[in-house]
């Protein structure tokens, strides 16, 4: 449940003292939205206690309305997590995740949310939260997959850019990470496909998006920006984008050929996590780097070519 001062709740609270420091300051909701800037229905939200805002934003309020810092103090005594398990524009999706029948993903920079491990998702999460309101989100985060990583659970087929594999977190996390990957392309339901970077052949979305097909075949398309999910069950997007995604599963390394990727920058970690020291310092972290085998393209593990075979000679 949600905490609340006074009979309103926490989110309410602080939309109160963002519109009496506004309206102070004879400003509008579109008015400030313009110096922030976002839309002024963020702002509204925001001050009518349904949109949960980033900690820059009550940052940015607070220097625009000259308040002394009262928006970011508040921002971080509330439990936002219990507000709103998961942010109110993600809602939709993990409603959808509980009842797709059918999901196709394509990821860019960061490991999907249902790929994670708990030390990944913890590492990412902790740029944003900490303490208590961390352990939540990664909680949170993590509840999404049991129903993909049981016996019966639905198809879920994700070709990563190489992007994704850049590191968060330190060695142990990454090595424990692609373990994870490996240990998951092993189950019957689940399929894990990198796209190399250096492959220009390969058209790929403009953007990280999802096919969700539900039990009673609708058909959804899904992608997200930093602080907002669309949705579109247009055939014609659908037709769009599902096949610019079969295109790139048929294009790409093979699941097999990913997993020897996988494995290969798993080992590279696991090297490093061998020789690490607790306080390892940048250089030899530096170091260390250059001394893989798999050396990164632009912070990511450089694939293996395939070489023909010696041509055999005719009797």
Known sequence: MSRRYGGASTAAVFGEVLRHFREA??????????????????????????RVPQDTFAKTCDELLGTGGVLTRLWD?????????????????AQMDAQAVKLYE???MVMPGLLQTAGYARALLSQRASGELLEERVRARLSRQQRFLSGSG??????????????????????DQYAHLLSLGRRPNIRIQVAPADRSDLVRPSSSMS???????????????????YFS???GAWAEQSQTYDV????????????????????GYGRDHEQSRPRRNLLDQKQLQR?????????????????PRPRQQEP
Not at 154 to 175: F, K, N, Q
Not at 249 to 264: N, T, V, Y
Not at 291 to 307: D, I
Request: aromatic share 8%.
């Open 211 to 229: 096919l969700i097909t539900l039990p009673n075949g609708e058909q959804w398309v899904y992608s997200e920006s930093l602080s907002h999910g």
């Open 77 to 93: 005594r509330i439990d936002w997590y219990q507000q709103v398990e998961h942010p109110d524009w993600f809602q939709r999706r």
């Open 233 to 235: 069950n247009d055939p």
């Open 291 to 307: 001394q893989r085998r798999w050396q990164l393209h632009r912070n990511s593990p450089r694939f293996p070519r395939n070489r």
């Open 106 to 108: 394509y990821q860019e």
């Open 154 to 175: 639905p198809m879920y087929v994700a070709v990563l850019d190489e992007s994704c594999l850049r590191p968060v977190g330190d060695s142990a996390v990454m090595h």
């Open 248 to 267: 790139l599963r048929a294009d790409a390394p093979s699941a097999p050929q990913s997993a020897a990727l996988i494995r290969e920058a798993m080992e």
């Open 25 to 50: 300051a004879l400003l509008t909701q579109e008015g400030l939205a313009r110096q922030i800037p976002c839309d002024r229905s963020h702002v509204a939200r925001v001050e009518g206690g349904t």
